[in-house]
């Protein structure tokens, strides 16, 4: 099973930019989509956005669309969540997660196999 560890979150100012990355183990890395999830405090985990094996497939939620892309790098097991115009209802720990299958339900967090263990984002007003 892949091990995922998430960097690069912090405190920025509503209108600023993070850059999240998400390193996995092992060497099967292109056979799992991955997805980004973030959850903030007293509610339910979301999705953000999600990539195909290879790339060529994003998707993202209606809340995040325009403002974040996620990308992959499989040469160095790596995927990022690029954060721009960033809100402070962005505010939430955000987690990387990984999966084998790539289907419609890539916005389900149970159709996940792997997950990390966060990085917390906050944006001040």
């Known amino acids: 099973q892949v091990q995922l560890v998430e960097s690069g979150g912090g405190l920025v100012q509503a209108g600023g930019s993070l850059r999240l990355s998400c390193a996995a183990s092992?060497?099967?890395?292109?056979?799992?989509?991955m997805g980004w999830f973030r959850q903030a405090p007293g509610k339910e985990r979301e999705f953000v956005a999600a990539?195909?094996?290879?790339?060529?497939?994003?998707y993202y939620a209606d809340s995040v669309k325009g403002r974040f892309t996620v990308s992959r790098d499989n040469a160095k097991n790596t995927v990022n969540l690029q954060m721009n115009s960033l809100k402070p209802e962005d505010t939430a720990v955000y987690y990387c997660?990984?999966?084998?299958?790539?289907?419609?339900?890539?916005?389900?967090?149970?159709?996940?196999?792997?997950w990390g263990q966060g990085t917390q984002v906050t944006v001040s007003s």
């Open positions: 997660a990984a999966r084998r299958t790539w289907n419609n339900d890539y916005d389900q967090d149970y159709t996940y196999d792997g």
């Open positions: 990539i195909s094996w290879a790339g060529g497939n994003t």
């Open positions: 092992g060497r099967t890395f292109i056979s799992y989509a």
